[in-house]
T-cell receptor, first 119, second 112 residues
Framework: GAVVSQHPSRVICKSGTSVKIECRSL??????MFWYRQFPKQSLMLMATSNEGSKATYEQGVEKDKFLINHASLTLSTLTVTSAHPEDSSFYIC???????????????FGAGSRLTVL | GQSLEQPSEVTAVEGAIVQINCTYQ??????LSWYQQHDGGAPTFLSY????GLEETGRFSSFLSRSDSYGYLLLQELQMKDSASYFCAVRDFSGGYNKLIFGAGTRLAVHP
């Protein structure tokens, strides 16, 4: 089955520093990946859609310059939280779908998530 | 835009049956999905309904009524391990990308 690996699973950083989270599709090529953010006991909020070889599409209210997304290959997307602040502390989860940007598939495979704590 | 509503919490006992409802409003409908998430874990896909009716996968079933903009997830023979959050989700094609928008989630607590 489809496997998505996300790293690191937990990260603690100081305020003002940047943190990079990697998301890899291990056994399939993912031209499209999605980054979600989740606060405790709340829903998954879509942050952005990452497409290989092109700029990410950000959801309304998500700061592009703060959450940098790079999808340089068919198996890797990265999310960099720049100049992190305590309010950025959250659970960040990536997901991937086999197929192209308008694939009819409804199944997303999620990474295990990255819990970011900004001190 | 899309919006989904589902109950915030449901409690049940082992062996029982529980139904988690989901109502949605969408600008275009392309199917309803259900995901399960245990605390601290990743969401996992449970089922998908693109057409009206019932889809059964083992102990779990999902139902859709497009005319009512309504669906539900039915969990039978509940087990302790079913304690988790359950999310309904709809597809959104805005911006030219096929993405999933999730409901707020329903926390299911299964008791002995």
């Amino acid at each position: 089955g489809a496997v998505v690996s996300q790293h690191p699973s937990r990260v603690i950083c100081k305020s003002g520093t940047s943190v990079k989270i990697e998301c890899r599709s291990l056994d399939f090529q993912a031209t499209t990946m999605f980054w979600y953010r989740q606060f405790p006991k709340q829903s998954l909020m879509l942050m952005a859609t990452s497409n290989e070889g092109s700029k990410a599409t950000y959801e309304q209210g998500v700061e592009k310059d703060k959450f940098l997304i790079n999808h340089a290959s068919l198996t890797l997307s990265t999310l960099t939280v720049t100049s992190a602040h305590p309010e950025d502390s959250s659970f960040y989860i990536c997901s991937a779908r086999r197929g192209g940007p308008t694939s009819g598939a409804n199944v997303l495979t999620f990474g295990a998530g990255s819990r970011l704590t900004v001190l | 835009g899309q919006s989904l509503e589902q109950p915030s919490e449901v409690t049940a006992v082992e062996g029982a049956i529980v139904q988690i409802n989901c109502t949605y409003q969408t600008s275009g409908f392309y199917g309803l999905s259900w995901y399960q998430q245990h605390d601290g874990g990743a969401p996992t896909f449970l089922s998908y309904n693109g057409l009206d009716g019932l889809e059964e996968t083992g102990r779990f079933s999902s139902f859709l009524s497009r005319s009512d903009s309504y669906g539900y997830l039915l969990l039978q023979e509940l087990q302790m391990k079913d304690s988790a959050s359950y999310f309904c989700a709809v597809r959104d094609f805005s911006g030219g990308y096929n993405k999933l928008i999730f409901g707020a989630g329903t926390r299911l607590a299964v008791h002995p």
